[in-house]
Protein backbone atom coordinates (compact mmCIF):
# COMPACT_ATOMS: atom_id res chain seq x y z
CA UNK A 1 0.00 0.00 0.00
CA UNK A 2 2.83 2.25 1.05
CA UNK A 3 6.75 2.53 0.92
CA UNK A 4 8.52 5.09 2.73
CA UNK A 5 12.01 5.92 1.89
CA UNK A 6 14.68 8.40 1.97
CA UNK A 7 15.67 10.57 -0.57
CA UNK A 8 18.74 8.92 -0.79
CA UNK A 9 17.59 5.53 -1.49
CA UNK A 10 15.76 4.35 -4.82
CA UNK A 11 12.65 4.31 -5.93
CA UNK A 12 10.63 1.44 -4.81
CA UNK A 13 8.24 0.00 -7.34
CA UNK A 14 4.83 -2.44 -6.87
CA UNK A 15 3.07 -0.15 -3.91
CA UNK A 16 -0.07 2.45 -4.74
CA UNK A 17 1.95 5.58 -2.59
CA UNK A 18 5.52 6.10 -2.33
CA UNK A 19 6.71 8.76 0.61
CA UNK A 20 9.55 10.46 0.46
CA UNK A 21 10.74 11.23 4.58
CA UNK A 22 14.17 12.67 5.23
CA UNK A 23 15.35 10.90 8.51
CA UNK A 24 16.52 13.65 10.76
CA UNK A 25 15.70 13.68 14.52
CA UNK A 26 11.75 13.52 13.71
CA UNK A 27 9.65 11.04 14.38
CA UNK A 28 7.88 9.07 11.83
CA UNK A 29 10.06 7.76 9.56
CA UNK A 30 7.66 4.58 8.74
CA UNK A 31 9.43 1.51 11.19
CA UNK A 32 7.86 2.48 14.03
CA UNK A 33 4.81 0.42 14.99
CA UNK A 34 2.34 2.89 15.45
CA UNK A 35 3.61 4.79 12.07
CA UNK A 36 2.71 1.28 10.58
CA UNK A 37 -0.51 1.01 12.39
CA UNK A 38 -2.12 4.92 11.34
CA UNK A 39 -0.99 3.87 8.13
CA UNK A 40 -2.73 0.74 7.71
CA UNK A 41 -5.71 2.65 9.63
CA UNK A 42 -5.26 5.08 7.19
CA UNK A 43 -5.81 2.62 4.32
CA UNK A 44 -9.50 1.99 4.86
CA UNK A 45 -10.91 5.73 5.10
CA UNK A 46 -12.18 7.56 2.69
CA UNK A 47 -9.98 11.18 2.25
CA UNK A 48 -11.13 12.48 -0.40
CA UNK A 49 -11.76 15.87 -0.51
CA UNK A 50 -11.78 15.61 3.27
CA UNK A 51 -10.41 18.07 6.36
CA UNK A 52 -7.10 16.17 8.44
CA UNK A 53 -5.70 17.54 11.35
CA UNK A 54 -2.33 15.64 11.90
CA UNK A 55 -1.54 16.13 15.53
CA UNK A 56 2.33 15.78 16.47
CA UNK A 57 2.74 15.61 12.92
CA UNK A 58 6.95 14.93 12.90
CA UNK A 59 8.30 14.63 9.78
CA UNK A 60 4.89 14.87 8.31
CA UNK A 61 4.31 11.43 7.09
CA UNK A 62 0.86 11.02 8.01
CA UNK A 63 -0.42 14.69 6.69
CA UNK A 64 1.36 13.98 3.63
CA UNK A 65 -0.11 10.64 3.16
CA UNK A 66 -3.23 12.22 4.00
CA UNK A 67 -3.07 14.40 0.69
CA UNK A 68 -1.96 11.40 -1.29
CA UNK A 69 -5.20 9.95 -0.49
CA UNK A 70 -7.16 12.98 -1.64
CA UNK A 71 -7.54 15.05 1.56
CA UNK A 72 -8.11 18.93 0.25
CA UNK A 73 -7.09 20.66 3.51
CA UNK A 74 -4.21 19.28 6.09
CA UNK A 75 -3.01 21.35 9.06
CA UNK A 76 -0.06 19.35 10.59
CA UNK A 77 1.05 20.59 13.88
CA UNK A 78 4.22 20.33 16.22
CA UNK A 79 5.45 22.14 19.29
CA UNK A 80 9.32 20.95 18.25
CA UNK A 81 10.49 23.60 16.21
CA UNK A 82 13.04 20.74 14.68
CA UNK A 83 10.17 19.16 13.54
CA UNK A 84 8.28 21.95 12.03
CA UNK A 85 11.37 22.29 9.43
CA UNK A 86 11.74 18.69 8.92
CA UNK A 87 7.54 18.51 8.06
CA UNK A 88 7.81 21.13 5.68
CA UNK A 89 10.88 20.30 3.99
CA UNK A 90 9.19 16.58 3.32
CA UNK A 91 5.93 18.06 2.65
CA UNK A 92 8.04 20.09 -0.33
CA UNK A 93 10.04 17.12 -1.02
CA UNK A 94 6.92 14.86 -1.99
CA UNK A 95 5.15 17.64 -3.86
CA UNK A 96 2.35 18.64 -1.69
CA UNK A 97 0.14 21.64 -2.28
CA UNK A 98 -2.90 21.21 0.29
CA UNK A 99 -0.68 21.03 3.33
CA UNK A 100 -0.12 24.22 6.47
CA UNK A 101 2.19 22.90 8.72
CA UNK A 102 1.89 25.25 12.18
CA UNK A 103 3.96 25.76 15.08
CA UNK A 104 1.78 24.91 18.29
CA UNK A 105 2.17 23.40 22.11
CA UNK A 106 -1.39 22.04 21.66
CA UNK A 107 -4.19 20.79 19.43
CA UNK A 108 -6.85 23.75 19.69
CA UNK A 109 -7.17 25.46 15.78
CA UNK A 110 -10.83 26.39 16.64
CA UNK A 111 -11.65 24.69 13.12
CA UNK A 112 -13.34 21.89 12.33
CA UNK A 113 -11.70 18.64 10.39
CA UNK A 114 -13.39 15.21 8.85
CA UNK A 115 -10.72 13.30 9.98
CA UNK A 116 -7.95 14.04 13.11
CA UNK A 117 -4.60 12.48 13.31
CA UNK A 118 -2.94 11.99 16.53
CA UNK A 119 0.38 9.56 16.96
CA UNK A 120 1.62 10.95 20.12
CA UNK A 121 1.65 9.69 23.86
CA UNK A 122 -1.23 8.77 26.12
CA UNK A 123 -0.33 12.00 28.03
CA UNK A 124 -0.45 14.14 25.50
CA UNK A 125 -3.39 12.58 23.77
CA UNK A 126 -5.07 12.91 27.18
CA UNK A 127 -4.63 16.56 27.54
CA UNK A 128 -5.60 17.25 24.40
CA UNK A 129 -9.05 14.88 23.46
CA UNK A 130 -11.35 17.71 24.59
CA UNK A 131 -9.51 19.86 21.14
CA UNK A 132 -9.17 16.76 19.23
CA UNK A 133 -12.96 16.09 19.74
CA UNK A 134 -14.30 19.36 19.70
CA UNK A 135 -12.81 19.72 16.18
CA UNK A 136 -14.04 16.48 14.79
CA UNK A 137 -17.20 17.16 12.56
CA UNK A 138 -20.20 15.12 13.55
CA UNK A 139 -19.22 12.70 11.35
CA UNK A 140 -15.64 12.60 11.99
CA UNK A 141 -13.36 9.98 12.54
CA UNK A 142 -10.36 10.05 15.23
CA UNK A 143 -7.60 8.04 15.15
CA UNK A 144 -5.05 7.42 17.55
CA UNK A 145 -1.81 5.79 18.17
CA UNK A 146 1.47 6.16 20.07
CA UNK A 147 -0.60 4.24 22.35
CA UNK A 148 0.27 0.94 24.74
CA UNK A 149 -2.53 -1.88 24.71
CA UNK A 150 -2.46 -0.48 28.69
CA UNK A 151 -3.47 2.86 27.19
CA UNK A 152 -7.13 1.21 25.87
CA UNK A 153 -9.21 1.34 28.86
CA UNK A 154 -8.49 4.66 29.63
CA UNK A 155 -8.44 6.63 26.57
CA UNK A 156 -11.50 4.92 24.93
CA UNK A 157 -13.26 5.99 29.06
CA UNK A 158 -12.36 9.81 28.50
CA UNK A 159 -13.35 9.47 24.40
CA UNK A 160 -16.91 8.45 25.80
CA UNK A 161 -17.41 11.22 28.35
CA UNK A 162 -17.40 13.15 24.68
CA UNK A 163 -19.67 10.71 23.50
CA UNK A 164 -17.80 9.24 21.32
CA UNK A 165 -17.22 5.37 20.31
CA UNK A 166 -14.57 2.58 19.90
CA UNK A 167 -15.33 2.06 15.66
CA UNK A 168 -12.08 0.42 15.12
CA UNK A 169 -8.89 -1.12 16.91
CA UNK A 170 -5.56 -2.47 15.28
CA UNK A 171 -2.32 -4.01 17.77
CA UNK A 172 1.14 -4.69 16.97
CA UNK A 173 4.27 -5.44 18.58
CA UNK A 174 2.24 -4.09 21.96
CA UNK A 175 0.93 -1.06 20.30
CA UNK A 176 -2.56 0.04 19.40
CA UNK A 177 -3.94 2.07 17.12
CA UNK A 178 -8.28 3.24 18.05
CA UNK A 179 -10.56 4.85 15.59
CA UNK A 180 -12.72 6.55 17.38
CA UNK A 181 -16.28 8.67 16.28
CA UNK A 182 -19.84 8.90 16.56
Known amino acids: FVAIRAHFHKPLEGYKYE ?15 TT ?19 FGTGTGVLAILA ?8 EAIDYDEFCIENAS ?11 VVIASNNANTGKKYDIVLANINKNIILDNLHHLI ?6 GILLLSGLLKTDELE ?3 SAEKFRLKLKGKIEKD ?5 QLGY
Open 67 to 74: EKLGANTI
Open 174 to 178: GWICL
Open 19 to 33: LVITPKMSFGTGHHA
Open 134 to 139: NQLNSN
Open 155 to 157: IIQ
Open 89 to 99: ENVINNSCKSI
Open 36 to 54: YLMIKAMEGLDFNNKSVLD
